[in-house]
């Protein structure tokens, strides 16, 4: 008796203390974002079409299963009454939980976004002091993924506001995945595994291969530039818990080759795969590479270890990642605008993953190879491989037994 007496008591504080709900993004989350093509001028119609458009052009069946409103879903002002959040009436006439309940009649899930601080980025009603209210809301209208930015924080303690906000998405009594998106700047990957299942390492992306674009009091970074602060936090992403290094921008002006590289990228690095583009419109050649299901299940593989930068030289990147199934990959990344050759002798030496504490040896192993975007063999790992990288592009292969 006194054994079930200190089990009970030891479930009870695990329970209490438990803060993000398990279970949820144990690969990295596949889904699709309004903001970086639509900002604020979203709505009913525009979220019905995407849906269909999620469905009809395969992204559904290739694992993109969330649909996330970001900013600007709401009114100006909070229930004067009750002090809910309102969906703004002339974009969403009938109220969140109809748009909720068609994008799960389409096989998918549906996700809302709000702000940590007192105003969202956009200038509506942020959560700050109605954290429980507002999940209640989420839990009411059957939301299963939320954003929650970092705007009008000032003062505030990142880890204690996000903290509150996942403990009330418990209590709240629904699923959702929760994504912090305070930029990485107080350090997220030290504390919030426990608080949600992904959360953002840097500020927000913007569709251009390398450098900053200013935006007055802010910035955005191009591509290569986010990617360049990744590899060092490899260590912290996992099932259930991943870097962030925000939402993909194929299809919105970058060349085909940055598509490539950029996708096969964040799928290097277990990122979430969270699409920005307009898929109502999207051409055969971004369609192709946001479906490619070989590249897709190097993101999804379930051991879930991020790709570690293995060498760089002269603008070529190698990044290599353990798979499950014992297979690796490997992908040369060229940064320049000019093409580059690889020569790379699989038998010089063992590679080692010190944090993944796999390692690569082509000597006791002889591996075939699969150029994963070509679908063509290429030999194996007794013979030094020797290949072309196109200019702002990837070669990306499939080790296997």
């Excluded at 910035?219 to 870097?243: C, F």
């Excluded at 190879?369 to 292969?397: C, E, F, R």
């Amino acid at each position: 008796m006194k054994n079930i007496f200190f089990s009970c008591i030891l479930l009870i504080s695990v329970t209490a203390n438990a803060q993000k709900w398990e279970g949820l993004a144990l690969t990295p989350p596949m889904g699709w974002n309004s903001w970086n093509t639509f900002a604020g001028n979203i709505n009913e119609k525009l979220v019905m079409e995407t849906a269909d458009a999620m469905v009809s052009s395969g992204m559904r069946d290739a694992g993109y299963i969330y649909l996330v409103l970001d900013d600007a879903w709401m009114a100006k002002e909070r229930d004067a009454k009750t002090g809910d959040l309102v969906p703004d009436p002339v974009k969403f006439p009938r109220g969140m939980k109809a748009v909720a309940d068609y994008i799960h009649s389409k096989g998918l899930k549906f996700g809302l976004y709000n702000c940590a601080g007192t105003l969202t980025c956009a200038g509506y009603p942020g959560t700050r002091g109605y954290e429980y209210q507002d999940a209640r809301f989420y839990a009411s209208v059957e939301t299963d993924y939320l954003k929650f930015d970092w705007c009008s924080s000032d003062g505030i303690n990142a880890k204690e506001a996000y903290t509150t906000m996942s403990k009330a998405l418990k209590k709240a009594g629904r699923p959702i995945l929760f994504s912090l998106c305070e930029w990485g700047q107080n350090k997220p990957w030290n504390w919030a595994s426990s608080v949600g299942h992904i959360w953002r390492t840097t500020g927000d992306i913007t569709a251009q291969w390398e450098g900053i674009k200013t935006h007055g009091t802010w910035s955005s970074s191009g591509v290569m530039k986010i990617l360049e602060s990744q590899d060092t936090l490899r260590k912290y992403a996992g099932p259930g818990h991943w870097n962030d290094p925000d939402m993909l921008e194929v299809g919105n002006g970058l060349s085909e080759s940055e598509n490539r590289a950029h996708f096969s990228m964040w799928s290097m690095i277990a990122a979430p795969l969270i699409a920005g583009n307009d898929i109502r419109k999207m051409s055969a050649s971004v369609k192709a590479i946001l479906t490619d299901k070989d590249v897709i299940a190097v993101n999804q593989d379930s051991l879930g270890i991020q790709a570690m930068k293995y060498a760089a030289k002269d603008s070529l990147e190698t990044w290599i990642k353990p798979m499950k199934n014992g297979d690796w990959v490997i992908c040369f990344l060229n940064r320049k605008a000019i093409a580059q050759s690889i020569n790379f002798n699989w038998n010089e030496k063992i590679i080692e993953d010190a944090v993944a504490k796999r390692n690569l040896d082509t000597k006791a192993v002889t591996y075939k190879l699969t150029n994963l975007w070509t679908k063509k063999s290429i030999g194996d790992t007794k013979k030094a491989l020797q290949v072309m990288v196109p200019p702002h592009d990837v070669v990306m292969l499939r080790l296997m037994k």
